[in-house]
């Protein structure tokens, strides 16, 4: 049963329970379709994670937790399937939280489903909590997609720009694009469409020359690791962002669920970035625009130390250091 949320909502779970099986916003074909797709097996569910069909951390938490709810309703042995699923993308630390929490739990398959419930509650405290750092009128930049899709519902840096839509903040999103696979282009340019927010998309190098022409108020980003002195891992780009931001004295915010920090890990220098297939470099959308044979470099992330995060923005409130995270 999905949270009230959805019931009216122009944006479906991302991913839900359905009692033998999973099923999925498939986000790879989106902004063309809606298509929802049934998992009915661990290895489909950790192709759909590599292949991005669901991504961004707090969803990977869900997925992860339902892959495990899935081996323990087929009667296989959990502890493989964790091991497979965890090793699909390695720098967002709530796959392996919602893997590990689903594993120990007595019930796995409830515990999957009140990851999920909880993930919506929590995004909409963070986004509670947010709306007081979006002053009315705000031009808000951020980067890939970190709304409804990126989580099981509302968002977390896009959720905040949602709470604060709501609250009558009129905010106004310049959306980064965000190569190489354009989650801001297809996933958050959507999504706002779909709320009816204001939303300009930009090419990512233009971030600069819109904060030196004065045309952003702040930047509000997702996490997929925060380290336990507070740096965090996030798409590629998002550093960048941040040392513009600091050089045009904008405030840098980081929005992020608990679930997202990880105190066993002490610095960003310690988080494994994932290295993603040259393909999604030189090609966009299965279309080739670099010669072949080019060589490609294609981190998926890229870590902003905690120095330049302006506050980060939890379901506890909002706090300028990483202390309170933990
Ligand atoms: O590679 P992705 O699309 O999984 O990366 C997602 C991001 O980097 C998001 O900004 C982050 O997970 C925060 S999602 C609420």
């Given at each position: 049963m999905p949270p009230p949320l959805f019931e009216d909502s122009p944006i479906p779970p991302t991913i839900e329970w359905m009692g033998d099986h999973i099923r999925l916003i498939d986000?790879?074909?989106?902004p063309g379709e809606l298509v929802l797709v049934d998992v009915r097996s661990v290895e489909q569910l950790c192709e759909l994670i590599f292949d991005l069909a669901i991504r961004g951390a707090p969803a990977l938490g869900a997925a992860g937790a339902m892959g495990v709810a899935l081996a323990s309703v087929q009667g296989r042995e959990m502890a493989e399937a964790a091991s497979l699923l965890r090793a699909?993308?390695?720098?967002?630390?709530n796959l392996a939280w919602g893997v590990d929490r689903a594993l120990a739990a007595a019930d796995p398959v409830a515990e999957a489903v009140q990851i999920a419930v909880n993930d919506v509650a929590v995004n909409q405290a963070i986004g509670a909590h947010g709306?007081?750092?979006?002053?009315?009128g705000a031009r808000v930049l951020t980067h890939c997609n970190t709304g409804s899709l990126a989580c099981?519902?509302?968002?977390t840096a896009l959720g905040v720009i949602r709470s604060a839509h709501e609250a009558g903040r009129q905010p106004l999103v310049w959306v980064d694009e965000t190569r190489p696979v354009l989650q801001g282009a297809r996933l958050t340019a959507w999504e706002l469409q779909q709320l009816g927010i204001p939303a300009v998309l930009v090419v990512d190098s233009m971030a600069g020359s819109l904060m030196a022409a004065g045309e952003v108020d702040l930047a509000i980003v997702g996490a997929d690791r925060i380290a336990a002195n507070g740096d965090v891992a996030n798409k590629i780009g998002t550093y960048s962002l941040a040392v513009l931001a600091r050089y045009h004295d904008i405030p840098f915010y980081v929005a992020a669920p608990?679930?997202?920090?990880?105190?066993?890990?002490?610095?960003?220098?310690e988080i494994v970035v994932e290295l993603r297939p040259d393909a999604e470099v030189v090609e966009v959308g299965g279309i080739?625009?670099?010669?072949?044979g080019t060589a490609a470099q294609n981190w998926a992330f890229d870590v902003t130390p905690a120095?330049?995060?302006?506050g980060y923005i939890t379901e506890k409130g909002i706090s300028t250091t990483a202390s309170c995270l933990i």
């Open positions: 986000q790879r074909k989106l699909t993308r390695p720098t967002a630390v709306t007081s750092v979006v002053p009315d099981v519902g509302w968002g608990s679930s997202t920090t990880d105190p066993t890990t002490p610095s960003g220098s080739r625009l670099a010669p072949a120095e330049l995060v302006t």
